[in-house]
């Protein structure tokens, strides 16, 4: 069974830092791509940053660039999305999703499996 879990939000100032966590199991983590997504109250999900398993190329959305890196950790099978820098637009539930393909800018229709999320709130 596949299971994504999230974890790491919180509260905090603008101009602060998070680290967001997916542990992931049930799938041959190298194999895969794992991406980060949010969704805003009222605004549709849209894609943050991806990894790929393969060969661990990333991308990432152009709002965030320069703020927000993506790693991941075979041995723990886990993926992060460290987030410097915050601002009030980055208020959203981050969820992590996994893809048996690579697609540039992370399209979300590629991603099956998907966590539950990890609420983040940025203050201003």
């Known amino acids: 069974e596949v299971r994504l879990v999230e974890s790491g939000g919180g509260l905090v100032q603008a101009g602060g830092s998070l680290r967001l966590s997916c542990a992931a199991s049930?799938?041959?983590?190298?194999?895969?791509?794992i991406g980060w997504f949010r969704q805003a109250p009222g605004k549709e999900r849209e894609a943050v940053s991806c990894?790929?398993?393969?060969?661990?190329?990333?991308d990432f959305t152009d709002s965030v660039k320069g703020r927000f890196a993506i790693s991941s950790d075979s041995a723990k099978k886990t993926v992060y999305l460290q987030m410097n820098n915050l601002k009030s637009e980055d208020t959203a539930v981050y969820y992590c999703?996994?893809?048996?393909?690579?697609?540039?800018?992370?399209?979300?229709?590629?991603?099956?499996?998907w966590g539950r999320g990890t609420q983040v709130t940025v203050s201003s």
């Open positions: 990894i790929s398993g393969v060969d661990g190329r990333t």
């Open positions: 049930g799938f041959i983590f190298e194999d895969f791509t």
């Open positions: 999703a996994t893809s048996a393909v690579w697609g540039r800018r992370c399209p979300i229709a590629y991603f099956g499996y």
